[in-house]
């Protein structure tokens, strides 16, 4: 699977187990919701300082999100 797929797909479970709209995500990064959406569906890749926004507006961390992307990226 092609990892900005993946991750995207990553993201959207993790955004979803913190039980957060893409709004309230949005906001707690200090970024756009279409943008969030764009993410979640592949079609735009985030940069290293956008993955750890994004880490810490769901409670996560950006490692966990990296080592769950690389791990789906390399099941499909």
Not at 2 to 14: E, I, M, S, W
Request: no cysteine.
């Amino acid at each position: 699977m092609d990892p900005g797929l993946a991750f995207g797909k990553v993201f959207r479970q993790a955004r979803k187990d913190a039980q957060l709209t893409q709004e309230q995500v949005a906001h707690a990064a200090g970024l756009d919701r279409t943008f969030i959406s764009l993410i979640e569906r592949g079609e735009r890749q985030p940069t290293v300082r956008v993955v750890f926004k994004l880490a810490y507006a769901v409670s996560t961390t950006a490692s966990n999100l990296i080592t769950l992307t690389e791990k789906l990226a390399a099941t499909e």
